[in-house]
C-alpha cells in the first residue's frame, strides 16, 4: 500500500471511529467492543452500568428476607430524567412495556434528533420469578442522528447491532445486563437501574 493510501486510509478510519465505537449514548468502557459488550458478552458500560449503579452482590441486605438482587439499599438511581416510571403492578404485560421503553431510553437519542435508520425491538419475554419478574428485550437496528450544535462534521452513525437487555424489576429495584445472546441474568450481574429502598 502506497504511503499516500495509508494516510486516506488513516483519515478515513478516524473520521469514521465514531461509527465502530459504543452503542450506548452514555459511553462504554474503551476496552469493549464494538456493541458495548466485553470479550466475555457482558455489558461493558452504558448508562445502566455507570459508576453510580451497584451490582446484585455489592448491595447491602439491609431487608430481613429478602436476597440481595431485590434489594438496593445505599445504591442511587442510573436512569435519566426521560426514563418511564416504574409499573405500580409487576404484572408480567406491564413490566414487558415499562423494559422495552425502558431500553428504547438507554440506548436512542431523543426522537427529535434521529434522522434516519431504524431500530426493532423485538417481542419482550417475561417470566415471573421470586420477589420481582424477569424480562428479556432484544434490540437490533442502527440510527443516523443530527450533529451537535456548532459540530461541522456530518451527522453520526449509531450501529446497535443486536444485543439482549436484561432486566430484574421487583417491588424495591430494577436491575439490568446487556449481552448478545439474553443469557445473563440480571439478579447475580444486573447493575440498579433504579432504588426505592423500603
Given at each position: 500500500m502506497s504511503?499516500?493510501?495509508?494516510?486516506v486510509c488513516a483519515a478515513l478510519l478516524a473520521a469514521f471511529a465514531g461509527c465502530t465505537g459504543t452503542t450506548d449514548p452514555g459511553g462504554s468502557d474503551p476496552e469493549g467492543t464494538a456493541d458495548g459488550t466485553d470479550a466475555d458478552g457482558t455489558d461493558a458500560g452504558s448508562p445502566a452500568t455507570s459508576a453510580d449503579s451497584t451490582p446484585a452482590d455489592e448491595t447491602a441486605d439491609e431487608s430481613p428476607g429478602l436476597p440481595a438482587y431485590a434489594t438496593c439499599d445505599g445504591a442511587?438511581?442510573?436512569?435519566?430524567?426521560?426514563?418511564?416510571?416504574?409499573p405500580e403492578s409487576l404484572?408480567?404485560?406491564a413490566v414487558a412495556s415499562y423494559v422495552e421503553a425502558v431500553e428504547r431510553t438507554l440506548v436512542l437519542p431523543p426522537d427529535d434528533e434521529i434522522v434516519d435508520g431504524h431500530v426493532i425491538v423485538g417481542t419482550v419475554e417475561?417470566?415471573?420469578v421470586e420477589h420481582g419478574?424477569?424480562?428479556?428485550?432484544?434490540?437490533?437496528g442502527g440510527y443516523y442522528n443530527?450533529?451537535?450544535?456548532?459540530?461541522?462534521?456530518a451527522?453520526?452513525?449509531?450501529?446497535?447491532?443486536?444485543h439482549v437487555g436484561n432486566y430484574f424489576v421487583g417491588e424495591r429495584v430494577v436491575r439490568r445486563v446487556r449481552d448478545r445472546d439474553g443469557e445473563s441474568d440480571p439478579?447475580?450481574?444486573?447493575?440498579?437501574?433504579?432504588c426505592r429502598p423500603g
Amino acid at each position: 500500500m502506497s504511503p499516500r493510501r495509508r494516510e486516506v486510509c488513516a483519515a478515513l478510519l478516524a473520521a469514521f471511529a465514531g461509527c465502530t465505537g459504543t452503542t450506548d449514548p452514555g459511553g462504554s468502557d474503551p476496552e469493549g467492543t464494538a456493541d458495548g459488550t466485553d470479550a466475555d458478552g457482558t455489558d461493558a458500560g452504558s448508562p445502566a452500568t455507570s459508576a453510580d449503579s451497584t451490582p446484585a452482590d455489592e448491595t447491602a441486605d439491609e431487608s430481613p428476607g429478602l436476597p440481595a438482587y431485590a434489594t438496593c439499599d445505599g445504591a442511587s438511581n442510573a436512569l435519566p430524567a426521560s426514563a418511564p416510571a416504574v409499573p405500580e403492578s409487576l404484572e408480567p404485560s406491564a413490566v414487558a412495556s415499562y423494559v422495552e421503553a425502558v431500553e428504547r431510553t438507554l440506548v436512542l437519542p431523543p426522537d427529535d434528533e434521529i434522522v434516519d435508520g431504524h431500530v426493532i425491538v423485538g417481542t419482550v419475554e417475561t417470566e415471573s420469578v421470586e420477589h420481582g419478574v424477569l424480562a428479556r428485550v432484544p434490540v437490533n437496528g442502527g440510527y443516523y442522528n443530527e450533529p451537535m450544535e456548532g459540530n461541522t462534521t456530518a451527522t453520526v452513525h449509531a450501529d446497535l447491532g443486536t444485543h439482549v437487555g436484561n432486566y430484574f424489576v421487583g417491588e424495591r429495584v430494577v436491575r439490568r445486563v446487556r449481552d448478545r445472546d439474553g443469557e445473563s441474568d440480571p439478579r447475580e450481574d444486573g447493575r440498579v437501574l433504579v432504588c426505592r429502598p423500603g
